[in-house]
Every structure is written in structure tokens, then in C-alpha cells.
């Protein structure tokens, strides 16, 4: 099984950067994503990674390490509209998703 | 404009009553998923298909169950509802990764409230 573990809620300022951590312990892997998901609506798609280092995306970068089982998504220039729980989820090599309990982040003016 | 259809949008159901959400995709992808929203423990996989005519369990299958006849649609149904079935639902394609990332594309969702 998998079991990944995120932070439960940040707050940061607008313009500000946060940084949301992701660990994972899984049977497999196959993949890391990263998905945003505004409140009352269906998650979308952000960022994967599936070899070690960085990948940028305009504003929003994401990291993995896999021999830590390790991932941050970086959001630089926070604007209000980011305020979203961001969701961590890892496949498996059956490619099945699994995912974290999510970050609510709140960004305030 | 092409993607994923769930419906109903949303349900109260008593206990007890059968109850099936349908899915539908226009996408061509080969596989799909249901998964559950429960406020705290995020999105957990309920059944799974990675191809049409096959279907598999995910974390939380007891209480449901699945058919993919063919490549568009995939049904969920409870068949007999319980109060901790009360969740919200999602459905989800994605192709086979490959030259792609293999991303989840998620309907709008179904809230069901099971009294």
C-alpha cells in the first residue's frame, strides 16, 4: 500500500512563496503528481514527476527526491485565486493513484 | 467540449436503496476510476478499470461494484446504501502512460447523502 503524508493547512501572504512538503512509503512507484482542487470542485492536474530534480511550470515548481521518498510544490507570487487544497499522489506500478490527505492553503492579503 | 460526465450531481438516498452513478467519457481513455472525498482523509480509490471488459479493486471496494462494457461508461453501484457512504464521488480517466504523463482527468463530482 501507500501511505504519503502532507501538511493539513498553510497560510501565506499574497506575493508570498510556499512551499508544501510531501513524504511517501509506498510498494511501488511509477510517478508523482501534483493536483490543485478548489473548493466544491474537481481536482486538475499541476505537476509530475517521475525522475529526481525540479520541474517548473510558470509559477508553481515541483521537486522530488526518490531515494528520500520526497516532494515539494513551490507556489511563487501567490495570488488570492491560489487559495485551493493542493493534493499529493503517487502511482503505483499498476498505475493506480493513490493520494495524500491534502494542503489547504489560504492566502491572505 | 470533451471530458468526463458524472451524474447525478448530487442525491439524498435513504438506507437501504440501490443506487448506481454513472460516468461517461468522450476522451478515448483506456482506463477509469472512482474514487470517494471524505473531509480529512482525502480521495481513496474505490474500483478501478484499465481496460474495457476488465475491473479491478482499489482501498475501499466493499459496498460497491463496477462494470465496464465498453470504453466510455463506468457505473458505480451501491447496492444497498449505507449512512458511511455518504461521500463525495469522483470519476476519472486517464490514457495509458506512456509518452505521457498518464494524468487523472476528474468529473465535476457526485454528493450523496445516504439518511
Known amino acids: 500500500g501507500q501511505n504519503i503524508d502532507q501538511p493539513t493547512e498553510m497560510t501565506a501572504t499574497e506575493g508570498a512563496i510556499v512551499q508544501i512538503n510531501c513524504t511517501y512509503q509506498?510498494?511501488?512507484?511509477?510517478?508523482l503528481f501534483w493536483y490543485q482542487q478548489h473548493a466544491g470542485e474537481a481536482p486538475t492536474f499541476l505537476s509530475y514527476?517521475?525522475?529526481?530534480g525540479l520541474e517548473e511550470k510558470g509559477r508553481f515548481s515541483s521537486f522530488l527526491s526518490r531515494s528520500k521518498g520526497y516532494s515539494y510544490l513551490l507556489l511563487k507570487e501567490l495570488q488570492m485565486k491560489d487559495s485551493a487544497s493542493y493534493l499529493c499522489?503517487?502511482?503505483?506500478?499498476?498505475?493506480?493513484?493513490?493520494f495524500g490527505a491534502g494542503t489547504t492553503v489560504t492566502v491572505r492579503a | 467540449i470533451a471530458g468526463i460526465t458524472q451524474a447525478p450531481t448530487s442525491q439524498i438516498l435513504a438506507a437501504g436503496r440501490r443506487m448506481t452513478l454513472r460516468c461517461t467519457q468522450d476522451?478515448?481513455?483506456?482506463?477509469m476510476y472512482w474514487y470517494r472525498q471524505d473531509l480529512g482523509l482525502g480521495l481513496r480509490l474505490i474500483h478501478y478499470?484499465?481496460?474495457?471488459?476488465?475491473?479491478g479493486k482499489g482501498e475501499v471496494p466493499d459496498g460497491y461494484s463496477v462494470s465496464r462494457a465498453n470504453t466510455d461508461d463506468f457505473p458505480l453501484t451501491l447496492a444497498s446504501a449505507v449512512p458511511s457512504q455518504t461521500s463525495v464521488y469522483f470519476c476519472?480517466?486517464?490514457?495509458?502512460?506512456?509518452?505521457?504523463?498518464?494524468?487523472?482527468?476528474f468529473g465535476e463530482g457526485s454528493r450523496l447523502t445516504v439518511l
Open positions: 476519472a480517466s486517464s490514457e495509458f502512460p506512456g509518452l505521457n504523463t498518464g494524468e487523472l482527468f
Open positions: 509506498t510498494s511501488g512507484f511509477n510517478g
Open positions: 514527476n517521475v525522475l529526481d
Open positions: 499522489a503517487v502511482r503505483d506500478d499498476d498505475y493506480k493513484l493513490s
Open positions: 476522451m478515448r481513455h483506456n482506463a
Open positions: 478499470s484499465n481496460t474495457a471488459g476488465t475491473t
